[in-house]
């Protein structure tokens, strides 16, 4: 690979990065998109990872939180743009549920959640008790929830297939992409130069480092970000085709359950590369810090804690007592949060901009969190709609 010059390089092929790459490309900005391929032994590879390795990742409206509950309609309304443009469809309208207890000190959240979704428009049905155990007979909710359904605009995404349809629809409108992994960015003579492992230097007059976690890793962000990098840990409940054919029409589950400190969500039945059909429930009780790149590293190859993994499988057994599976596994993956609960989208110099911290929400909306991205690297201003900052 030869030496190239762009006008913004965006660092991290994830569902930020590829997002991004694609609004400056469609922006007519000579653009560059620098990150590697997903490993193909993650149990055995040493480098950098990305959350994204994975079949699903819900999407709904519903949000407790103004600002995310945009990014998710803008981003929405986008995905049939994006999957034509990328010749890769990504989106199943499986529909979400957002479930909560009406009654003690926890009803806040879904309290919350049904006046925002009221507040903003988005269309769903209230369902409690009997209502919603006919709805949702899957379902075994304990008595004083009330459930949120989101029939429409909801359900979830392949995150890999989305960042694929990204980085097409980015190339088909002049993006270039790297495959290799950023090792140091540095700055000098009016621009950046991103040094590559396999020995390439490119050089742009704005950078934008959109690595996840590994935003964090040394070299890349002049300047420390305050972001927070938590362990989480993943059950894969795998089903048989009679217990698929019975759950076909399950939607995705976001759950506060009264008396537990976890904060799970379940996708319904998702194919996997394997050719295995699996229900996944993540949510960890107990914020695990990983510090550094060797830990998050290290974690991504663990394949998860076993003790987290057989707490959210006790909820999810709870929840579907009815359930029939062949056999339970954990996985690993990592969520970065702000202290504001904003992504970070900033510039920290003149030709350095952070795209990161997707606070366990970014996923069904990194399309919009992209395209800010896009707008900030260009010499725009977040707008107005949104609230707080977006930099420490």
Known sequence: MTDQ????IVVGAGLMGSAAA????EMGVKTALVGPDEPVEKATHTGVFASHYDQARI??????????????????????EIAAKGAQPFYTPAGALVAGTEVGAERDYILNAQRHAQANGVAHTPLRGAELAARFPAFAFPEGILALHEETDAGWINPRLHVKAEITAATKAGAVLHRDT????????????????GGAVLTAAKVIVACGAFSKAEGLLPDPIPMRVYARTIAFFELDEGEVTRLSGMPSVIYVPPGRSEDPYILPPVLYPDGKTYIKIGGDAVDTELHSVDDMIAWFRSGGDPVAGAAISEILIGLM???????????????????????????????????????GAAAKCADEIGRLGAIVATGGAIPDYYDGAFAP
Do not use: M
């Not at 694609?22 to 490309?25: E, K, P, T």
């Not at 090792?183 to 492992?197: D, K, L, P, T, Y």
């Open 59 to 80: 999407t709904r409206k519903i949000d407790t939180r103004k600002n995310w509950a945009r990014f998710a309609q803008e981003a929405i309304a986008r995905y049939p």
């Open 22 to 25: 694609r609004h400056l490309a």
């Open 321 to 359: 007592p009815g359930l029939k599976y062949r056999s339970i596994h954990f996985d690993s993956c990592a969520t970065s949060f702000s202290p504001n609960g904003n992504p970070f989208v900033y510039p920290q110099t003149d030709h350095i901009i952070a795209l990161t911290a997707g606070n």
């Open 5 to 8: 010059s762009y006008d913004v």
């Open 182 to 197: 950023v090792v140091r960015i540095s700055e000098g003579g009016g621009a950046a130069q991103v040094h590559c492992a």
